[in-house]
């Protein structure tokens, strides 16, 4: 049985010393050469990371990974959970100091991670049902979705009017001093009823 460390921090100006320490506090004993340390944002999924890919290369069936936190692993908690799974695919267990030393692909390590992935996913819902509803509340308040008009109202009308003098889209966007595509969007918006 080999043991690894896994540990991550986001910025350049942080250390993975402190995570290391930490396993080695808890009392493992990891050889230097088991040590993978990473400095990438939280935000990459785990198998997109270079130092993880490789080491889930060196990883054999038996092996054990040790990281302090869940968030080490992935970017969220689907996927830590898909990462979790793919290691006890391979036969390797994963601990998390942060949740006791918990084996996380044991069978009491799997109900951790269902839970967790249970609480993530209600508070996404909750996140998603809030802005679906300050969304709705300020369309009923009359107030403008999306990003301001490229162009003001004057400047709309102006180029509505000389679109139907027949002057070129290229010409209005210069004069304008603004893209083509504002300018068909301008004239799109102006049959369908809307502000472009």
Known sequence: MRTFIYARVSTADQTTENQVKEVQAAGFTVDKKRI??????GSVAASERPAFAKLLDRLEDGDVLIVTKLDRL?????????????????G?????????????????????MQVLCAVAEFERDLIIERTHAGIARAKAEGKRMGRPP??????RATALKRLDEGVSVSQIARDLNTSRATVIRTRQHATDGKVA
């Open 74 to 90: 992935g970017r969220n908690a689907m996927d830590v959970r898909a990462t979790v799974e793919k290691l006890a695919a391979m």
């Open 36 to 41: 993978v340390t990473e400095t990438i944002s």
């Open 92 to 112: 390797v267990r994963v601990h998390c100091l942060a949740l006791g030393g918990a084996d996380l692909t044991s069978s009491a390590g799997k109900m951790t």
């Open 150 to 155: 490229t162009l003001s109202a004057k400047d």
